[in-house]
């Protein structure tokens, strides 16, 4: 903790300046000013991160550059009668029958497979994902009081550092009003000093 120890000059349990609808109508605008003159892109102009990988710079430059993404194309699980009555127009026409069948054969694999399994991997899913919320939440928890108990040790740092401020302050001040009341005084002795120096 104290090597990451900050001093910081802001006091705001003791300094009430932004209390003030002035002052803080002005700091409002002065935040507007900066704000205005900010124009972060969302995204980087470069796709230096993606030098390596092919697939990623061109769907990043399609984000970037707003197109919508392409329609899937499901032309290639229709099955369709050949287009002539040629050995290769037929021959293609039955490996595509045998894909889309292999295809529906993989499918009912995985249903019946959902329909043994499903229920109990969801389950599991589930109580993990109940242990993650409840660990997340106890986490947030101890946070949240990290957080207060780090508020009320600055409170209190502060508000003791205001009474010392305080302190300072007013002997300051008399420190001041007595230096004044020293000067008038040197001013009163040098003017009764000429006085006798001239009457001689």
């Not at 001093?7 to 002005?26: C, F, G, M, N, W």
Request: with cysteine; net charge negative.
């Amino acid at each position: 903790m104290d090597s990451q120890h900050v001093t910081l000059d802001s006091l705001p349990y003791i300094d009430k300046e932004y209390d003030d609808p002035a002052t803080r109508e002005h700091v409002l605008g002065l935040i507007q000013e900066e704000m205005a003159q900010m124009s972060p892109p969302l995204m980087p102009k470069s796709a230096h991160i993606f030098k390596s990988n092919d697939t990623l710079r061109k769907e990043y430059e399609r984000v970037r550059s707003g197109h919508s993404l392409p329609l899937f194309d499901t032309t290639r699980y229709n099955i369709s009668a050949p287009t002539s009555d040629t050995a290769s127009a037929w021959q293609q026409a039955s490996n595509n029958a045998a894909s889309q069948l292999e295809h529906q054969t993989t499918r009912i694999d995985n249903l019946e497979l959902l329909q043994n399994f499903g229920a109990q991997a969801w389950k599991l899913s589930n109580h993990q994902k109940e242990q993650l919320l409840s660990s997340i939440e106890n986490r947030t928890q101890k946070l949240r009081e990290e957080g207060v108990h780090v508020n009320k040790a600055r409170k209190y740092e502060q508000t003791e550092a205001g009474v010392r401020l305080s302190e300072l302050e007013e002997r300051w001040s008399d420190g001041v009003r007595r230096c004044v009341e020293i000067q008038v005084a040197c001013g009163r002795l040098q003017q009764e000093i000429n006085v006798l120096e001239t009457s001689k």
